[in-house]
Nanobody
Framework: QVQLVESGGGLVQAGGSLRLSCAASTFTFSLYAMGWFRQGPGKEREVVGGVNWTGGSTYYADSVKGRFTISRDNAKNTMYLQMNSLKPEDTAVYYC????????????WGQGTQVTVSS
């Protein structure tokens, strides 16, 4: 069974930074595209961005472009989300996901980690 575990969430002031990690186990990590999604209070889940199997290609939602960076380390079976210049509207539960489609890697999900940005 695929297991994805997010960590690194917390409370940060606006303008601050956080780095989320997504540790994968029980599947061949390097064969899957990975993505980050988030769900803010009262909102639907939305894509934050994704990374392909090698880490060589990424994409981002317009709302986070230039502030967030997705990377992966296949040797460590881990994906990262570096979040800079955080805004209160970035407050959400952040989920990592894995899948075979780079454009929408949504086959397997982690449990989520809360990120709260105070103004």
């Amino acid at each position: 069974q695929v297991q994805l575990v997010e960590s690194g969430g917390g409370l940060v002031q606006a303008g601050g930074s956080l780095r989320l990690s997504c540790a994968a186990s029980t599947f061949t990590f390097s064969l899957y595209a990975m993505g980050w999604f988030r769900q803010g209070p009262g909102k639907e889940r939305e894509v934050v961005g994704g990374v392909n199997w090698t880490g060589g290609s990424t994409y981002y939602a317009d709302s986070v472009k230039g502030r967030f960076t997705i990377s992966r380390d296949n040797a460590k079976n881990t994906m990262y989300l570096q979040m800079n210049s955080l805004k209160p509207e970035d407050t959400a539960v952040y989920y990592c996901a894995a899948g075979r489609r780079f454009s929408n890697p949504n086959e397997y999900w982690g449990q989520g980690t809360q990120v709260t940005v105070s103004s």
